[in-house]
Nanobody, 126 residues
Framework: HVQLVESGGGSVQAGGSLRLSCVASEFTGNARYMAWFRQVSGKEREGVAAINSGSSGTAYAESVKGRFTISQDYAKKTLLLQMNNLKPEDTGVYYC????????????????????WGQGTQVTVS
């Protein structure tokens, strides 16, 4: 498994910005795909943004397209999520996740296949 440690959450007013960071123990092998998921109490964890560590191809949930940007700093083995124009509905606990991407039917924004998870960081937009 990949060790993942998130940081950067906090409270912000609607329209504001936050940047989340996730330090990973590796970017290859078990972390060919990396993603950010978010969860609101009582609801399923949903994929927000994902990136292929090799090709740098990205995928975004429709609700965040044009506002969120996922990227990687290879030198620092850090996954980033820049969140702009935040809305109250973006509130939740954000989790960093890593996957090999070899699961049959793997979809980058779906939970199956992601085997490593961070501890989560709270984002509150009011």
């Amino acid at each position: 498994h990949v060790q993942l440690v998130e940081s950067g959450g906090g409270s912000v007013q609607a329209g504001g910005s936050l940047r989340l960071s996730c330090v990973a123990s590796e970017f290859t092998g078990n972390a060919r795909y990396m993603a950010w998921f978010r969860q609101v109490s009582g609801k399923e964890r949903e994929g927000v943004a994902a990136i292929n560590s090799g090709s740098s191809g990205t995928a975004y949930a429709e609700s965040v397209k044009g506002r969120f940007t996922i990227s990687q700093d290879y030198a620092k083995k850090t996954l980033l999520l820049q969140m702009n124009n935040l809305k109250p509905e973006d509130t939740g606990v954000y989790y960093c996740a890593a996957a090999r991407g070899t699961l049959r039917g793997f979809a980058p924004l779906e939970k199956p296949g992601y085997t490593s998870w961070g501890q989560g960081t709270q984002v509150t937009v009011s």
